[in-house]
């Protein structure tokens, strides 16, 4: 069972950035894809980025929604079982509810398959 702890939500204006670190609880974490999702209120979850669990020598392939592409950016540190997402240039419309994910199907799945492990949540929100 792996465990996922968000953390680094708050309040940022409109143009600002964030950086939302999550832990997990698993040893092998570097056998997982990881990802990020999102909610906002009245919408559906979404998917945002999501990363391979090993490298290709130093490269770890990545994935992003089209609407966080050149703005967001995910990364990993398997040494402390650590996913990152760097948001940059942020806008009011991201303002949501986000999750990390774990799963060992490939990372590119995670935008058309739901990710088996999930953590709680932690809560974005850009002001104007």
């Known amino acids: 069972q792996v465990q996922l702890v968000e953390s680094g939500g708050g309040l940022v204006q409109a143009g600002g950035s964030l950086r939302l670190p999550c832990a997990a609880s698993?040893?092998?974490?570097?056998?997982?894809?990881m990802g990020w999702f999102r909610q906002a209120p009245g919408k559906e979850r979404e998917f945002v980025a999501a990363?391979?669990?090993?490298?290709?020598?130093?490269?770890?392939?990545?994935y992003y929604a089209d609407s966080v592409k050149g703005r967001f950016t995910i990364s990993r540190d398997n040494a402390k079982n650590t996913v990152y997402l760097q948001m940059n240039s942020l806008k009011p419309e991201d303002t949501a509810v986000y999750y990390c994910?774990?799963?060992?199907?490939?990372?590119?799945?995670?935008?058309?398959?739901?990710?088996?492990?999930w953590g709680q949540g932690t809560q974005v929100t850009v002001s104007s």
């Open positions: 994910a774990a799963d060992r199907a490939p990372a590119q799945a995670m935008s058309v398959i739901p990710p088996g492990y």
């Open positions: 698993e040893r092998t974490f570097s056998n997982y894809a």
């Open positions: 990363i391979a669990g090993s490298a290709v020598i130093t490269y770890y392939q990545t």
